[in-house]
């Protein structure tokens, strides 16, 4: 277990020895399989030094007259002296060799990664001597027999070998950052005592705290004992048409940090924006104040928008090798999971999510090629890019990989710096395509197709866990009338308010979407019904405390919310369905409520 803490020269080292300790037993598989066909090849009097040595006798399918035929692929096992004839032989030959091939392939790359290039150069060398042999499709003479046996010997002796090459360990700086401590608190100072109270209540219902002010005299001291996340100040006050910003210029300069600032009048010249800019502020909100826009500085301005980590899927038989990849991509501030079975991929496929999948082109039961076939057959993930990594050196099999569902290929071994900068770029494309199509346009939520992909996930996560998930469907009410009554522009920034206090007012854990038009959906894993209820009804509640604005006229806007939940109802399409009954049962009752499915 590598210590996240540890300096990343210490990890590497630490990865760097678990390697080198699992090498013997690597050694010994080769030696043992590499063994066992010597004794097989030996009673047929086929090994080297024997006077009935059949070396270079052609294997079934690679007559004089055609191409040599790869062969037999079977499973591993031990030849016995059952197999007397000699075709048996030869076709039982071919899965050892198939075998010694892939790990030497294996040892190869994953060697060189880890900077032991003596042992490396050793493994590729026999790699190589085995792909001849597998690709002229007849047996080993005895001259590549006692190479073989030479070569294997001195792997072991290539272990001992300290080399002085390590892994470039040229990475780029992680951005490093204060630990954030979250702050809702806001400060507003405003002397007209109703606007004051106005818009502390809908600031409050986007999840802020907010302590008011009616003397801008009163703020110095109230920041140097309980400083905010921001203050929103007036302009104008009766001592002074500018008091709010000579205010905060002067409070600014005592300050190491400034303090984030919006001002809010019933100015709106130059020059009273010119002196807010003056004095640090980050905007300016003529009166009547448009309560969506200030919400989004607030946000802009307290909330760090730290973006959540690129997923890197990993497909690679070596473990070790593996898990130096995902060290070396998290490093750069990315989450890797590690799939060691290829047989294995779907499961974390589905849950994970991933921006790109790093996968070795060669792995026993299912090569890297047709397992990202398979992949690209499936419609939700043809857009995830697939990168594949091997020793395979044969231009026209890396092009045919890439005909093949790869969108491009890197060679092991292959340095930290080089992989974080080759797999950067291509999952930054990837996260934006993916966001494109996943995303709806207007409020950034999830779009009706990928709310009811994940509420599938979310359906099979709880039953293997056997937890709670609540799903609730929100329509606004009565808003095809706020549409004929004040624009479609006006609608569209209703709808953006609600998804803003759905995305605030929820966990970072829940999931939420546009289902369609004015309808919305949110997941809520490991959540009851009656817990489900009581959140959606303060959503509710804060979401008709909200004054809309459209052209200086004022109105509200409420929801009705329909829930069901897992596992009283046991299937995504049935919850999907049942919270939909629901949500009509509140609006037959007379909107503005939440229902529970029974």
Not at 289 to 308: C, M, R, S, W, Y
Not at 452 to 469: A, P
Request: hydrophobic residues 40%.
């Amino acid at each position: 277990m590598i210590d996240a803490l540890q300096d990343p020269q210490e990890q590497l080292n630490a990865l760097r020895l678990a390697y080198r300790q699992q090498l013997p037993s690597r050694i010994e598989q080769i030696e043992t399989i590499w063994n066992q066909l010597l004794g097989s090849l030996e009673e047929r009097g086929t090994v080297a030094g024997e006077s009935g040595c059949r070396g270079g006798e052609t294997l079934p399918g690679a007559g004089e007259n055609q191409e040599h035929q790869p062969l037999s692929t079977s499973k591993v096992q031990p030849l016995s002296s059952s197999q007397n004839p000699p075709q048996s032989l030869l076709e039982a030959a071919a899965s050892p060799l198939e075998t010694l091939h892939h790990l030497m392939h294996r040892l190869a790359g994953s060697s060189a990664t880890f900077g032991l290039l003596a042992l490396g150069n050793a493994a590729r060398t026999l790699e190589l001597v085995f792909k001849a042999i597998l690709d002229s499709g007849k047996l080993p003479t005895a001259e590549e027999q006692a190479q073989i046996c030479v070569l294997v010997g001195g792997l072991k002796q290539a272990i001992a070998v300290e080399d002085t090459c390590v892994p470039d360990l040229n990475l780029p700086p992680l951005q490093s950052q204060e630990p954030w401590t979250e702050n809702r608190l806001i400060f507003l100072v405003e002397d007209d005592p109703h606007l004051s109270q106005d818009l502390a209540l809908q600031i409050s219902c986007f999840g802020y705290q907010v302590r008011t002010f009616d003397k801008i005299a009163e703020l110095e001291e109230a920041i140097a004992q309980t400083p905010p996340a921001a203050a929103i100040v007036d302009v104008v006050f009766p001592q002074d048409s500018l008091a709010g910003p000579k205010t905060i210029t002067a409070i600014q300069q005592h300050r190491e940090q400034p303090l984030p600032v919006l001002f809010i009048s019933a100015r709106n010249d130059l020059m009273a924006r010119l002196q807010a800019v003056r004095a640090g502020g980050k905007a300016y909100f003529p009166k009547p104040i448009n309560i969506g826009e200030l919400i989004d500085a607030l946000d802009l301005l307290t909330v760090p928008q730290a973006p959540e980590p690129y997923r890197i899927l990993i497909v690679d038989d070596d473990a070790p090798l593996a898990s130096f990849y995902g060290w070396t991509l998290e490093q750069a501030g990315m989450t890797a999971l590690v799939v060691t079975d290829p047989l294995q991929v779907m499961p974390p496929l589905i849950e994970f999510r991933p921006d790109l999948i790093l996968m070795d082109m060669y792995m026993p039961g299912c090569d890297g090629v047709e397992l990202a076939a398979v992949i690209r057959q499936q419609p939700a993930y043809v857009g995830i890019p697939i990168v594949f990594l091997s020793m395979e050196t044969d231009l026209n099999k890396q092009l045919a990989a890439i005909q093949l569902g790869g969108d491009d290929f890197l060679t092991k071994p292959i340095q930290p710096n080089h992989l974080i900068a080759s797999v950067m770029p291509r999952v930054q494309r990837s996260r934006l395509l993916r966001s494109v199509m996943v995303r709806d346009s207007l409020t950034g939520l999830l779009n009706h197709t990928t709310i009811k992909e994940q509420l599938s996930i979310e359906v099979q996560r709880g039953r293997r866990e056997k937890t709670n998930l609540a799903f609730a469907m929100i329509d606004i009410d009565d808003f095809k009338s706020v549409n004929d009554t004040y624009g479609h522009l006006t609608g569209d920034r209703v709808l953006k308010s609600l998804s803003r206090l759905l995305q605030q007012r929820l966990r970072k854990t829940d999931i939420t979407g546009r289902y369609g038009g004015e309808e919305f959906a949110a997941i809520l894993p490991n959540t009851d019904g009656a817990t489900a209820v009581q959140v959606l009804n303060r959503i509710r509640e804060g979401f008709a405390q909200v004054r809309q604005q459209s052209d200086g006229a004022e109105f509200s806007v409420t929801f009705s919310c329909g829930i069901a939940v897992f596992p009283n109802v046991d299937e995504a399409t049935q919850l999907n369905e049942a919270a939909d009954k629901a949500l009509y049962e509140a609006k037959r009752r007379g909107r503005n409520q939440v229902v529970l499915s029974t």
